[in-house]
């Protein structure tokens, strides 16, 4: 043990104490002692230690105690036998009691420490070092997602960032502008500022005053819009709701009905009632009354502003339509690796480098249906196993707040009977070596089933597509610094229609999961027995970045 804080003379007094002749250990050194005693607990831990060996070393010393007890009481000893009165010499005082408990006080100590380091494998002067942790993150789920915005301006704390967003539960005040939000079961709500409405579930909403128009959806269940008086159930309904600051509600139904339930605190409706398509009502605290319904007092949809090429450009990230400079002869031969903005390098065949990327060019076709300046015409076709990887400017970060969209054509030509080897896909990699490498993947699988792949989730989804047929694929990949990422794809077939924003149904969809990967590269790959056509890659940051049909290059 060590002998930091004991004093010096401690190691004499103990030594003297338990060796000295009787009379030699006086009642000064005896308080000294017991001084250092009390003001020392390594004194005292060391005390115990030698009380423990020499504990019945002398044979003389009970008799010893006894006798330095019956002096600091200052009473003779009582003898059982009766001798002639002689002279007693009184030992000098040794406090002998304070000995005799220090023993049991020792002993006691022994004990102790021993069930303690049974029970808990440690002293009490060895304490483990206890390690302040944070508690773990709780994943909430997303419930709804910003799909258009204009002209807004958001207040609280927590404002939405950019069209596009998905959201959590979370209370939200819009100043001004127009905003439409999508919820997961389908349903959509649009809003007029100022208006302020908490986002509670996938199927419930609640709005303490403004401008609401609720679009129903006929696959979701039941939506609940709650008011400070009142909650309003769906029924295959489009309705517009004015929400006053005093819980008065003017509810004008365009389709379907709306079923009006009192809240709990409202006591003045007893029961639900029904409002019908072309209705419209006040409802107030304490009486129902008709109103005229005026479809025109509420932006149903959310007006947008057509985009001009310029503002295109500014929100696209990446373009390639591989379409070469010169044609050569053969056409095939023509170089198509150098097209297209928002690259670093030309398309190469292997990562990090290698040589000029195998693949045959037709550059006087197009698998966009839509007519295409003459410098996007060309797409490139690659066969038996031919990989082409190329690096981005500006990476796909999954470590920020952000939303990024992706698109491309794709063709699977038919290559005979064989079902093994047959698929092509096109994907974001990291060029940084990682003992798991990730990946975002979209494409075709071998049995023509579209196929979105983040992570360990491979998601496959029927009917399967068909060869010679071109398909267009969208992604939106949601990525987060501190919620949960996702991704969305959906496959477009030629007669289907490109909505203007996002699409309300996905091909293909991830659940949510963490990733913080920054996606620096792309790869096309066709499987060894397997030929794909690609077309018109774009990377961007809203839906119209990357469904918009001129080339972002012709941009000043």
Request: negative net charge.
């Amino acid at each position: 043990m060590s002998a930091q804080g004991i004093p010096p003379e401690f190691e004499n007094l103990l030594n003297r104490l338990l060796d000295s002749p009787e009379g030699e250990f006086s009642s000064t050194d005896f308080q000294q002692f017991q001084n250092i005693l009390e003001n020392s607990p390594e004194a005292m831990h060391q005390y115990f230690e030698y009380i423990d060996i020499n504990t019945g070393i002398k044979s003389d010393w009970n008799e010893r105690l006894k006798s330095l007890e019956q002096t600091v009481i200052h009473q003779p000893p009582v003898s059982l036998d009766v001798q002639p009165a002689t002279p007693i010499n009184t030992p000098t005082p040794r406090r002998s009691n304070f000995i005799n408990y220090a023993l049991v006080a020792a002993a006691s100590m022994m004990i102790f420490l021993f069930l303690e380091w049974m029970i808990s494998g440690h002293f009490f002067w060895n304490q483990p070092q206890v390690t302040q942790t944070e508690p773990p993150a709780v994943d909430f789920p997303y419930i709804a997602t910003l799909t258009r915005a204009t002209d807004c301006v958001w207040g609280g704390d927590t404002p939405p960032k950019f069209s596009g967003q998905r959201l959590l539960s979370q209370d939200l005040f819009l100043e001004e502008g127009y905003a439409e939000f999508r919820f997961d079961t389908g349903v959509r709500i649009v809003i007029e500022g100022p208006t302020k409405i908490k986002m509670d579930s996938a199927c419930c909403a609640t709005v303490s005053s403004g401008k609401v128009v609720l679009h129903g959806y006929e696959a979701a269940p039941e939506f609940a819009l709650v008011t400070p008086q009142l909650t309003f159930h769906d029924i295959g309904t489009e309705y517009g709701a004015k929400i006053h600051a005093d819980g008065e509600v003017d509810l004008h139904v365009f389709e379907g009905a709306v079923r009006v339930d009192p809240n709990q605190d409202n006591k003045l409706f007893t029961e639900s009632i029904i409002i019908k398509e072309g209705q419209a009502r006040q409802l107030k605290e304490n009486r129902i009354e008709d109103i005229e319904i005026k479809p025109e007092d509420f932006k149903r949809e959310v007006p947008t502003n057509p985009k001009n090429i310029q503002a295109i450009r500014e929100e696209t990230r990446a373009y390639d339509s591989f379409h070469p400079t010169v044609i050569s002869d053969p056409e095939s031969f023509s170089d198509w690796r150098n097209a297209g903005i928002g690259w670093k390098n030309p398309w190469r065949n292997r990562l990090n480098g290698g040589d000029p990327a195998r693949g045959d060019s037709q550059p006087l076709k197009s698998l966009a249906g839509a007519k295409l300046a003459d410098d996007q015409l060309g797409l490139v076709e690659l066969r038996k196993g031919n990989t082409a990887w190329r690096s981005l400017e500006k990476p796909v970060r999954l470590n920020k707040d952000a939303i990024y969209y992706l698109s491309f054509y794709i063709q699977k030509q038919n290559s005979g009977n064989s079902t093994d080897k047959q698929y092509g896909n096109l994907s974001l990699q990291t060029s940084a070596p990682a003992k798991h490498q990730t990946r975002i993947l979209l494409g075709m699988s071998s049995q023509n089933f579209s196929t979105l792949q983040a992570g360990t989730q491979v998601i496959e989804n029927a009917p399967p597509l068909q060869s010679n047929k071109t398909y267009f694929f969208v992604a939106k990949i949601v990525a987060s610094e501190n919620a949960l990422d996702q991704i969305f794809m959906r496959a477009f077939a030629p007669e289907e229609t490109i909505p203007g924003h996002e699409p309300p149904v996905w091909t293909c969809a991830t659940d949510p999961f963490r990733d913080s990967s920054v996606y620096d590269q792309v790869r096309l790959h066709a499987a060894r027995n397997a030929e794909f056509l690609f077309d018109e890659l774009r990377i961007g940051t809203t839906w119209d970045s990357v469904i918009n049909t001129q080339s972002p290059a012709l941009a000043p």
